[in-house]
Each structure stands twice: as structure tokens, then as C-alpha cells.
Nanobody, 124 residues
Framework: QVQLVESGGGLVQAGGSVRLSCAASGRTFSSYGMGWFRQAPGKEREFVAAIDSSGRSTYYADSVRGRFTISRDNAENTMALQMNSLKPEDTAVYYC?????????????????WGQGTHVTVSS
């Protein structure tokens, strides 16, 4: 059974930083792309960042490019999202997702498994 467990969310002031982590188990972690998505109150879930199975290729939503960094450690079966220069509009529940391919990109339909989510609140 595949499990994804996020951690690291919380309350932070605008301009601050937060690091999210995702611990994966139940499948060969290094064979699949991973991604981060988020859902703000009253809004649909949206893509944030993706990384390929090797960790060499990444892709970001325009709204976070240059501020967020996605990374993974295949030896530890973990993925991270470093979020800097946070804005109030980054407030959301952040979800870790495991893809169905070596790189699943921006579409949530290409992700097989999801974590339970972790809250990030950015105060102004």
C-alpha cells in the first residue's frame, strides 16, 4: 500500500520561508515522478511543482517559479518543497503526489497517489 505523508506546514509571516517534506512508502520511489499541488479555500486544487524520477528535471507553476524549489532524495524516499518569499496568496493545503510515470508534469490526472495534505497559512 502506497503511503505519502506530508509534514512541515504551519503559520508564517509574509516574506518568510517554510519547508515541506513528503515521506513515501509502498512503491519503488525512484521509479516515479513526484509533485506538489495546493488547494486554497474555495478554490480548485492547482499544480505547484513537479520533479522527475531522477531528480534532475523540475517544473514550476508561474506563480511560484523563482520562490519555491522542489527536490527529492531517492535514498531516503523523501521529497521536499522549499518555499521562500511567501505571500498571503500562497495560503493553502499543500498535497504531495506520486506520479504514474517517470515525470507526470502538471496534470493531477497523471498522479496515482496523494497525501493527506498539510496546511500553510501566510499572514500579511
Amino acid at each position: 500500500q502506497v503511503q505519502l505523508v506530508e509534514s512541515g506546514g504551519g503559520l508564517v509571516q509574509a516574506g518568510g520561508s517554510v519547508r515541506l517534506s513528503c515521506a513515501a512508502s509502498g512503491r519503488t520511489f525512484s521509479s516515479y515522478g513526484m509533485g506538489w499541488f495546493r488547494q486554497a479555500p474555495g478554490k480548485e486544487r492547482e499544480f505547484v511543482a513537479a520533479i522527475d524520477s531522477s531528480g534532475r528535471s523540475t517544473y514550476y507553476a508561474d506563480s511560484v517559479r523563482g520562490r519555491f524549489t522542489i527536490s527529492r532524495d531517492n535514498a531516503e524516499n523523501t521529497m521536499a518543497l522549499q518555499m521562500n518569499s511567501l505571500k498571503p496568496e500562497d495560503t493553502a493545503v499543500y498535497y504531495c503526489a506520486s506520479g504514474s510515470h517517470y515525470f507526470s508534469g502538471t496534470s493531477s490526472a497523471l498522479y496515482d497517489y496523494w497525501g493527506q495534505g498539510t496546511h500553510v497559512t501566510v499572514s500579511s
